[in-house]
């Protein structure tokens, strides 16, 4: 009986605090990874309008992607979070998301600036201010995050002022050993994106098999890959490539060759190239 009673209290409390938790107007959970500053004083939430849209003045092929995606996927994902924020919808809807990039002609390069401050107030039009379009984007993945629910709602009344901890944030995939296929490099990469990462390390080729298909040595990945199909060709490169910095992901490449590849059996079709 003793123990049956500690257990119904050790009960009783956990739901005590899950309750208080539900009840608290708490912030932490809505953004990934966690911002530098992010002010919510009076927790409430906006209905965005059926004709929502991200206007961004700046014609840059890679940012218009980014706005073209988001402006998709904000009307129709219908985020639920595992527990919602407890905030009153205010008198207005959201209808406007503006950006405002400062140097669009940055490129994406290691130490690329991809701060931005991104203010969304009671209702009209949220204001997104970055000074390269890869800090733009990296605001429009925070106010993807702001927005919820079943009509989509997003967080009023928020600043969130951010910026990387770290110049260099990324993944290395070794598709000498394990081939991928490319539907496979570009969901990494949109994983990448959706953390904030900016860097996928590709390293593409080593001694176990050699999947790039070069047009001028076409006998490397037509002995080095290990079948036909399990190959990436230029297109291939130039389309990861791209996607890559639709996302704000630079793919840096990694070919390794002639000599740590060439001690594999590709060495018998190239003899006179020795590690």
């Not at 998301?97 to 002609?105: D, Y």
């Not at 080095?224 to 190959?231: H, K, L, R, S």
Request: hydrophobic residues 40%; neutral net charge; proline residues 9%.
């Amino acid at each position: 009986m003793a123990r049956l009673s500690t257990l119904l209290i050790q009960l009783l409390c956990t739901i005590a605090i899950l309750h208080s938790i539900s009840n608290v107007h708490s912030h932490i959970n809505l953004v990934w990874p966690k911002p530098r500053r992010l002010s919510w004083p009076h927790p409430k939430a906006a209905l965005l309008s059926p004709t929502f849209n991200i206007h961004s003045p700046i014609p840059h092929p890679h940012l218009s992607a980014a706005v073209r995606r988001f402006n998709r996927l904000i009307l129709t994902e219908r985020h639920r979070p595992i527990l919602a924020p407890n905030a009153a919808l205010t008198a207005s809807s959201m209808h406007s998301l503006t950006l405002s990039v400062t140097n669009p002609s940055a490129p994406l390069a290691h130490g690329a600036d991809e701060s931005y401050t991104l203010t969304v107030p009671l209702g009209g039009a949220a204001a997104l201010v970055a000074e390269t379009p890869w800090g733009a984007m990296r605001g429009l993945e925070t106010f993807s995050q702001l927005v919820w629910g079943d009509p989509p709602r997003a967080a009023a009344g928020v600043v969130v002022e951010d910026g990387p901890l770290f110049s260099h944030r990324g993944l290395m995939l070794d598709t000498s050993r394990n081939y991928y296929g490319v539907e496979d490099l570009l969901r990494l990469i949109k994983g990448l994106s959706e953390n904030k990462l900016n860097v996928f390390h590709w390293h593409i080729t080593d001694s176990h098999s050699f999947p790039l298909v070069v047009p001028s040595e076409p006998e490397l990945a037509g002995k080095g890959a290990y079948a036909a199909e399990m190959v990436y060709t230029p297109a291939d490169v130039r389309r990861v490539v791209e996607f890559g910095l639709e996302h704000g992901v630079r793919v840096i490449p990694e070919i390794d060759t002639p000599g740590d590849v060439l001690h594999s059996n590709l060495s018998r079709y190239f003899p006179t190239c020795t590690a």
